[in-house]
């Protein structure tokens, strides 16, 4: 196959002289020896191109390059965007290039959102419709230019690999020649899909396209942005949340070789200079005071308690159906608070972004989840028109949601403000960590009645942050968070009595935001820990427990009917090993996962193996699919086994992978993922899996102990074999 | 109550059975020639600041001793101001806190007046007539000369202010019962100033000052007898201080530093770090790293003149220190996959397989005193604090994993690592891993 | 002025010696394949091979690597073993953002190039060191097994 290795480096693509060892000593050895590297981006223009819409691009040489309007965080969307269009399109696959979308939401707005943004695992979800359209009204239109290029009937010919045929008379055209008669073509307001029987790309676990040029180094992340005559910068910002710079001696930071410039920009110091090097060990020479402000004494303790306090309160209905006040006094009544941990998302490659301003105009290049959130950002900070900000976006080294914030693009401009010529600021992991936006710690209360071996009421009270009210404010209606809400709102069981309530509950000082996981991370966790313990109050088994109340699910009873067969689900076990189970309709897929699990006499957690199956509707991509699961599976283990955020005197306690433990590869378990074939349309698959692993395995520890852990992450103690 | 009497008779009596013991044998005596009061001494001033310093100003001066005396360390807690104090020394019956020793006069030292410091510093008393507990070491600081101790005093209310009130120490009865030191000082302490043995080098005299009067090095290296008064007749044999084995530091060719260099010793003192010896943690890399580091080599080399003085004192670690360890992780030692486990995935990408690093002398383990220690004290705390070196060339750290790994695994990655690259392998337990977070200061 | 031989070629450049290669390699050479993950060698993006051993660059100064052979991300696919890792890693579809991958595929021919036929614990020994936020530790090990396979 052949996949242009368009967001790979490419050299001197700006003309930049290569200050090389050929150019000899006189050159200063200040001058870096790199080339130019940025990401592909469509060109502004897009004249002597058949575009018939924001998506698809094709030259005379017939050449496709597609525009990818949600970016490529890991989760496939760079391969399976293109197999959607070039379904519809009928391209030929192994010809068709790629390029990051620029800021423009009346071109690339999500239509689930209306804005630019890659999350709530909804990229195929919400492109699936608008993709097809696209790439099924360029096919008509060009087959349109050429029968009237032969006058004959539209429907008489076809298209397959980008070429159009016309059987009868046995001629046939490339689309490349037919870009110009194509373009004064109308475009059609109801193209005809391909029906889904007839899919020769949708379906198959193609080979990735974002992949070759990361096995050599050729991708292109933010952080590898490289310009002429760039600086490097790096930044500490007060350790106590919102505290800001009391005094800095920066005597020995300016004695570092290599730095440039100390700046004190009142929330945060900054050092610039000739490389990361030189900015961070100037920045470790600095004596910072802080002026920490009021949140210097708060601490997870206080934290807690008033998240306790506040989960005491009525809170406002989200969701009522039948008589709630009539079930609770049904049959057995039992209780149960879960409580979830702050998180850090501690993606792989640490927030960075690079800016270049000039007078009258600025330019970024970063990673980001939301383009056009962090043109508008730039713009305000560098009080600029928006149009004035040019962003190019880059692969991204690892989003969970934590690019989905623009505060990197922002202190980037402040910093680039000072700077003569470009500027890359790239986050220590320190900071990374410590200056995170959290996921959000929550508390879920519930109680329940059991009647007759079934579940007869179910009341349910969330209390946490309105990530929403902050990050999309229009969105946050009635003192209700759809985010916080999800998946318990809607959750999969037969419950005749229902009552959902969420308690707006903001952390003092701590930046909440979403995470790998959203609302239904922290939901599913407290409705299937619950309905596991449910199971064993009723004396029955936890999947024939489940299965009872899905009655309207067939399609989560089916998965877990599987999970239960590929688990050997039911067989003996050792002592103080057990499985667990948890079900999830989470982001429109249908999950079903066993955990196996081992706990040690002294409480230590070991993984023996996970099963899971998905029904996700169509399965565009299956292979990424898999992959997709089995890595967010990894990600919510890490989190069940060790993730916590701590707060002490108003600052964060972790600060890198030392403290802020992940799942390494000698205690993996082998995970099986086993993807349902369906019909139905996709799903949502980036986030399921870390959503499905926290409860299944807490289960399992439930199931191997007796143990009934309510909170997160596991606490080895409490797991301990009593002396 | 009649018990707790009873407790501080037996401590009483314990400590009037030391004091001839002690008093017969102070931490100089072991050197022959006989003393003589510092005014009637020929040689070089062997007090004092280096030369290079002899005519800087009072408060350079006291810079340079106050840094020779260590005083920073305990006085600062970790990411508080200097000199505030604040530093949590935890005993097994309740905790100490260091004071305030900046000039701010209501919660510092800003009212003490010269003699009042003297009083501290030398002899353990505050200003208000209250003892100090020997965790203040006078006992050490009693030969610093006034004049020093004076220049010391300059030198910190020549820096800013601190207001910081003083933590309550959390002492048990009868511990907290600070009148009882009077007791124990006037048995136990010297109070006397330094005094040169006219029978030693110049070179000796100014070693013998820098590391009893001010580095105070027996306050950790010395072990202690009942009373809690070092013992000198196993002068610099090794002792367990506040949670880290301090390693025997005489002449002995095995269990000592005998089979060193002086050039090694001379490296390791100046900058924690020594060829083939390892690299300082804990309490011994805060007094290389505020202290030492800035001693001129004349001063250094005094100091292992008067290292290589003191009687060779055998002590229990093994005399021989293991070679490198296979780079296979499958060669070499193999079982604990507990061990391995850990190791693998937080330890080997800098100390390696054979425990040589790859990245950085600093973090070669191979021929360390810690690794072969089989008690593994010095090998735990490291693995659950982590150590913060500032050299000349820069931060050198290690991470710390004492929140992130359970005592189990930490005991078996210590078993690992002590099997693995030392002569011995350790048994420390999660039992132990877990009383040892407790006597580490914070 | 400092002379190294990264990938077969002399690079000389002026750096101070305690800067680590890291740095170097990304900042003033502009080889950006080898990743910043974490400073402190407790991830593995920064992995390259010094004579062909893997070692983390985020910690090793230039001054302490002389002579010795520097292999990054970019050349490791001229090796036998690096080039098995990379086909494998594309056969079994291993990367996901892609970002730890360099680490993780010189961890994994290092690996290779010492050890025809890692078994788990090899793999385990070899691999711990390089965290994957994505999670992409189970085909990670399926595809070192299968480029051993090739072998
Ligand atoms: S950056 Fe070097 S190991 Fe993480
Ligand atoms: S593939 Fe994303 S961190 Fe490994």
């Known amino acids: ?723 | ?442 | 002025m400092t002379t190294l031989t990264i990938n077969g070629e002399s690079k000389t450049f002026d750096a101070p010696d305690d800067m680590p290669l890291l740095w170097v390699l990304r900042d003033i050479l502009g080889m950006t394949g080898t990743k910043f993950g974490c400073g402190i060698a407790q991830c593995g993006a920064c992995t390259v091979h010094i004579d062909g051993r893997p070692v983390r660059s985020c910690l090793l100064s230039i001054g302490s690597i002389g002579n010795k052979a520097i292999t990054t991300i970019e050349g490791i696919g001229a090796t036998p073993a690096g080039a098995k890792v990379q086909k494998a890693w594309l056969d079994l579809e291993v990367i996901q953002c892609g970002y730890c991958q360099s680490g993780q595929i010189m961890s994994a021919a290092a690996l290779l190039a010492s050890n025809d036929h890692p078994d788990d614990a090899d793999i385990d020994a070899a691999m711990s060191g390089n965290i994957c936020r994505c999670g992409t530790y189970v085909r990670i090990r399926e595809a070192i097994k299968s480029a051993a396979g090739e072998a």
């Open chain 1, 1 to 723: 196959m052949h996949v242009l290795q368009n967001l790979a480096s490419t050299s001197s693509r700006r003309g930049f002289l290569k200050a090389g060892l050929a150019s000899g000593f006189v050159l200063a050895f200040r001058l870096p020896v790199y080339a130019v590297n940025e990401p592909d981006q469509p060109p502004d223009s897009t004249e002597g191109q058949f575009a018939p819409n924001g998506f698809i691009r094709i030259d005379h040489s017939g050449n496709i390059a597609l525009v990818m309007p949600q970016v490529e965080m890991g989760q496939g969307v760079y391969t399976s965007f293109p197999m959607i269009l070039a379904e519809e399109l009928e391209a030929d696959f192994s010809k068709v290039s790629y390029v990051h979308a620029p800021p423009n939401e009346k071109l690339y707005a999500n239509p689930f959102f209306q804005i630019q943004v890659t999350g709530n695992s909804n990229s195929i979800r919400a492109f699936w419709k608008p993709l097809r359209v696209a790439g099924a009204s360029a096919r008509a239109m060009l087959v349109q230019a050429a029968a009237q290029q032969w006058q004959v009937e539209p429907a008489s010919c076809t298209a397959s690999k980008s070429v159009v045929t016309h059987a009868a008379s046995g001629r046939s055209i490339g689309y490349g020649e037919l870009v110009d008669a194509a373009s004064s073509v109308p475009v059609p307001a109801n193209p005809q899909l391909k029906d889904p029987k007839d899919f020769t790309l949708i379906g198959k676990p193609l080979k990735r396209l974002d992949t070759p040029i990361k096995t050599d180094g050729k991708a292109i992340y933010g952080i590898d942005a490289m310009l002429p005559n760039m600086k490097f910068a790096t930044l500490a910002q007060c350790p106590v949340f919102g505290g800001k710079v009391a005094h800095v001696d920066d005597s020995a930071a300016k004695k570092v070789a290599g730095v440039q410039q100390v700046l004190v920009l009142d929330n945060f110091v900054a050092v610039v200079g000739d490389h990361m090097w030189a900015a961070k060990k100037g920045l470790e020479a600095l004596v910072v005071t802080w002026d920490e402000g009021p949140n210097a004494k708060i601490s997870s303790a206080d934290i807690w308690a008033d998240l306790r306090a506040a989960s005491k309160k009525d809170g406002v209905v989200a969701k009522e159906a039948g008589d709630i006040a009539k079930g609770l006094t049904e049959g057995d009544r039992y209780e149960g608070e879960y409580e979830m941990p702050f998180l850090a998302h501690a993606t792989m490659e640490p927030m960075n972004c690079t800016v270049h301003l000039t007078p009258g105009a600025c330019e970024i290049w970063t990673g980001t989840q939301v383009i056009a959130r962090v043109q508008s950002t730039a713009a305000k900070v560098a009080n600029l028109p928006v149009e004035k900000v040019t962003v190019h976006n880059h692969l991204i080294g690892g989003g969970f949601g934590r690019r989905l914030e623009p505060d990197m693009v922002e202190s980037a401009v402040r910093i680039a403000q000072h700077v003569d010529g470009p500027v890359k600021v790239v986050w220590t992991r320190e900071e990374d960590i410590q200056h995170d936006v959290y996921r959000p710690v929550y508390r879920d209360v519930i109680s329940a009645t059991l009647k007759d071996g079934k579940i007869a009421a179910w009341k349910y009270k969330i209390s946490g942050s309105a990530i929403m009210a902050r990050w999309a404010p229009p969105v946050f209606q009635n003192g209700i968070d759809i985010d916080a809400v999800d998946s318990a709102v809607d959750q999969p069981y037969d419950i005749p009595n229902l009552s959902v309530e969420y308690v707006r509950a903001e952390p003092p000082a701590v930046p909440t935001g979403f995470w790998r996981g959203v609302g239904p991370n922290n939901n599913v966790f407290a409705i299937e820990c619950f309905i596991d313990e449910l199971a064993r109050k009723a004396g029955k088994d936890p999947i024939d427990f489940r299965r009872g109340m899905l009655g309207k699910n067939p399609r989560l009873k089916a998965a877990l009917d599987l999970v239960a067969e590929k688990s050997d689900w039911g067989k003996p076990l050792p002592a103080r090993v057990g499985r667990g189970v948890s079900a999830q309709p989470s982001f429109a897929s249908f999950i079903a996962t066993v955990v196996e699990a081992e706990v040690d006499e002294e409480g230590d957690v070991h993984l023996r193996r996970v099963n899971s199956v998905v029904d996700t509707g169509i399965a565009v991509n299956p292979d990424t699919i898999m992959a997709q699961i089995q890595g967010g599976i990894v990600f919510g283990l890490s989190a069940a086994l060790w993730g916590e955020v701590t707060i002490a005197n108003g600052r964060v306690q972790q600060s890198n992978f030392n403290n802020y433990r992940i799942l390494r590869m000698d205690e993996v378990p082998k995970i099986e993922v086993h993807v349902v074939k369906s019909g139905e349309d996709p799903g949502g698959i980036g986030e399921a899996g870390a959503t499905t692993s926290i409860p299944a395995l807490r289960n399992a520890i439930y199931a191997a102990t007796g143990v009934a852990l309510r909170r997160m992450p596991i606490d080895r103690k409490a797991l301990a074999v009593k002396a």
């Open chain 2, 1 to 442: 109550m009649r018990k707790i009497l009873l407790v501080i008779v037996v401590i009483l009596i314990l400590a009037a059975a030391a004091v001839w013991h002690i008093f017969i044998y102070g931490p100089m005596a072991f050197a022959s020639g006989s003393t003589v009061a510092l005014a009637d001494y020929h040689g070089a001033n062997p007090t004092g600041v280096p030369a290079s310093l002899a005519n800087a100003d009072l408060i350079k001066r006291g810079k340079y001793l106050t840094r020779a005396a260590d005083c920073l360390v305990c006085h600062t807690k970790p990411g508080g101001d200097r000199f505030a104090g604040g530093l949590a020394i935890p005993l097994p019956f309740g905790a100490l806190y260091s004071t305030n020793i900046t000039s701010d006069k209501e919660t510092g030292i800003g009212n003490y007046s010269d003699a009042e410091f003297l009083n501290a510093v030398q002899r353990g008393i505050r200003r208000d007539g209250t003892r100090l507990y020997p965790a203040m070491p006078y006992t050490s600081y009693t030969y610093i000369t006034d004049a020093d101790a004076l220049a010391i005093k300059a030198y910190l209310f020549s820096l800013p202010a601190v207001h910081q009130e003083n933590r309550v120490d959390t002492l048990a009865f009868p511990f907290n019962q600070r009148w009882s030191m009077a007791f124990w000082s006037f048995f136990l302490s010297a109070n006397a100033r330094f005094a040169p043995n006219s029978g030693q080098s110049p070179e000796w005299n100014r070693g013998a000052y820098l590391a009893e009067a001010l580095a105070h090095c027996g306050e950790c290296h010395t072990p202690r007898n009942l009373a809690f008064a070092l013992d000198n007749r196993k002068k610099f044999a090794g002792a367990l201080t506040a949670g880290w084995h301090a390693y025997n530091i005489t002449p002995d060719k095995g269990s000592g530093i005998g089979a060193w260099s002086d050039d090694q010793v001379a490296a390791y003192l100046s900058q924690g770090h020594a060829a083939n010896h390892g690299t300082a943690a804990g309490p011994m890399a805060e007094a290389v790293d505020e202290g030492m580091s800035m001693m001129p080599p004349e001063d250094i080399h005094a100091l292992v003149t008067y290292l290589r003085s003191v009687p060779a004192v055998a002590s229990s670690e093994p005399a021989t220190l293991a070679p490198p360890a296979p780079e296979a992780p499958k060669a070499g030692v193999v079982a604990d996959a507990l061990g391995k486990k850990v190791f693998e995935q937080a330890c080997a990408s800098c100390h390696s397989w054979s425990g040589e690093s790859a990245i950085s002398p600093f973090a070669t383990i191979t021929g360390a005193r810690a690794i072969n220690d089989p008690a593994a004290t010095n090998v735990a705390q490291i693995v659950i604090s982590g150590t913060q070196r500032h050299t000349p060339d820069g931060v050198v750290s290690m991470p710390s994993f004492g929140s992130t790994f359970s005592d189990k695994e930490i005991a078996a990655v210590v078993n690992y690592v002590t099997a693995r690259f030392g002569s011995e392998k350790s048994a420390v337990t999660a039992k132990e891993i877990a009383d040892l977070r407790k006597q580490t200061s914070y």
